[in-house]
């Protein structure tokens, strides 16, 4: 079993749609949580750190549940710039320099 | 700024040549990172260092692989020989001892066949 899994996708959603991914890791001693995003032949980068209280930026929100072991994103009012593939991404302990990354969820938004 | 540089971009080889990549992280970062990207295994942390220091290289597959960074701002990844199933992606990426943490800079790849 792979210690970040996440859902292959392709999520095909319309423009102004709502979306939502889920990621869930095995070790429930995981400390930091993020996502990031790659475009097609691009390299990662960071969208957001994921926070126990949640957190907002934008049209994007990202929650944790440690209970559950589950991380999520929700884009709202998609833009089709907002296709790429997202990558739900933890890091074991709190040296946040060692990140496992999921095999990401893929996401395209059509006009 | 520039940011992480990565060479070569492609590499084709055969199977037993002896392939090197480079990379030169961002000014100013001190932490430096080498990935593995396939699609079927996604993203795979090989080997990073911190001031120069190889920290952690429980990622590196085998023997064939290796890593070294002689100084601040140049890092390699060589692997000899190598085999067909080394084909992937492989990413540098710096981390600032100042920046948010868990944010990564990653450089553009080299895409790695291996005949």
């Known amino acids: 079993r792979k210690e970040v899994e996440q859902d292959p996708g392709p999520f095909n959603v319309p423009e102004g749609a709502t979306v939502a991914f889920n990621c869930t890791y095995s070790?429930?001693?995981?400390?930091?949580f993020f996502w990031y995003r790659q475009d097609c032949r691009k390299e990662p980068k960071l969208l957001m750190s994921?926070?126990?209280s949640g957190n907002e930026d934008g049209r994007f929100t990202a929650q944790l549940n440690r209970a559950s072991q589950y991380i999520s994103l929700l884009i709202r009012d998609s833009k089709l710039s907002d296709s790429a593939t997202y990558l739900c991404v933890v890091a074991r302990s709190y040296n946040t320099d060692k990140l496992i990354f999921g095999t990401g969820t893929r996401l395209q938004v059509f006009p | 700024d520039a940011g992480v540089i990565q060479s070569p971009r492609h590499e084709v080889t055969e199977m037993g040549q002896e392939v090197t990549l480079r990379c030169k992280p961002i000014?100013?970062?001190?932490?430096l990172f080498w990935y593995r990207q396939t699609m079927m295994r996604g993203l795979e942390l090989l080997i990073y260092?911190?001031?120069?220091?190889?920290?952690?290289d429980s990622g590196m597959p085998e023997d064939r692989f290796s890593a070294k960074m002689p100084n601040a701002s140049f890092s390699t990844l060589k692997i000899q020989p190598s085999e067909p199933r080394d084909s992937a992606v492989y990413f540098c990426?710096?981390?600032?001892?100042?920046?948010?943490?868990?944010?990564?800079?990653f450089g553009p790849g080299t895409r790695l066949t291996v005949l």
């Open positions: 070790n429930s001693a995981s400390q930091s």
């Open positions: 260092f911190n001031n120069n220091v190889p920290i952690d």
């Open positions: 994921v926070y126990s």
């Open positions: 000014s100013g970062h001190n932490s």
């Open positions: 990426a710096s981390r600032s001892p100042t920046g948010i943490q868990g944010e990564q800079f």
